[in-house]
């Protein structure tokens, strides 16, 4: 059974930092692209980051700059490394592989 678990969500002022995590199993996550999505309060999914098994990343221009995916295949973990955070950012994040995501960890960024 493939399962995606995500963590490390919480509430941050702006300009800070969060790392977020993505404990994964039941499938071969090295050879796995895995991607963040975030879905806002009253909006839609909205595309994040993309991180190929080799490390090879991709970043949507509202974070670029910002954001730092990355990934322990060993633990078969991705991480997403979320730095100078806006009110913006606030948002459910989740780990995608192949559209199957874990429940999502919220970020709310607010002074």
């Known amino acids: 059974e493939v399962q995606l678990v995500e963590s490390g969500g919480g509430l941050v002022q702006p300009g800070g930092s969060l790392t977020l995590s993505c404990a994964t199993s039941g499938f071969a996550f090295n050879r796995s692209a895995m991607t963040w999505v975030r879905q806002a309060p009253g909006k839609g999914l909205e595309w994040v980051s993309t991180i190929n098994s080799v490390g090879i990343t991709l970043y949507s221009n509202s974070v670029k700059g910002r954001f730092t995916a990355s990934r322990d295949n060993a633990k078969s973990t991705v991480y997403l490394q979320m730095n100078s955070l806006k009110p913006e950012d606030t948002a459910v994040y989740f780990c995608?592989?192949?559209?199957?995501r874990g429940q999502g960890t919220r970020v709310t960024v607010s002074s």
């Open positions: 995608d592989r192949s559209g199957l």
